[in-house]
């Protein structure tokens, strides 16, 4: 129905800086929020970083002040722009859309394929 692609990832030395994209695409839909999620070898995906249709954010602790999340809602996109990387934000990047129901009832959450990020010197 939905399909997310990521596109962005890469490999960065400590300090560095790499920008996500996400875009959707698939049949009509309208998105209430879009985010990053991120996991890491032998941890627990976690929130990266949100945006609502209503431009409330929320970042984890850990990235807090270094990444910066924004969207284009006319493309359908979310962004992540990462800053002064460090070697523990090396991890899997996933992009989620929380996608309404048709008459706006419920939402549906959908799933990109993932991201490297790769941050080592």
């Known amino acids: 129905q939905v399909q997310l692609v990521e596109s962005g990832g890469g490999l960065v030395q400590p300090g560095g800086s790499l920008r996500l994209s996400c875009a959707a695409s698939g049949s009509p839909f309208s998105i209430n929020a879009m985010g990053w999620y991120r996991q890491a070898p032998g941890k627990q995906r976690e929130l990266v970083a949100a945006i609502t249709s209503g431009d409330r954010i929320d970042y984890a602790d850990s990235v807090k002040g270094r990444f910066t999340i924004s969207r284009d809602i006319a493309k359908n996109t979310v962004y992540l722009q990462m800053n002064s990387l460090k070697p523990e934000d090396t991890a899997v990047y996933y992009c989620?859309?929380?996608?309404?129901?048709?008459?706006?009832?419920?939402?549906?959450?959908?799933w990109g394929q993932g991201t490297q990020v790769t941050v080592s010197s």
């Open positions: 989620n859309a929380e996608v309404w129901s048709r008459l706006r009832v419920s939402v549906n959450n959908y």
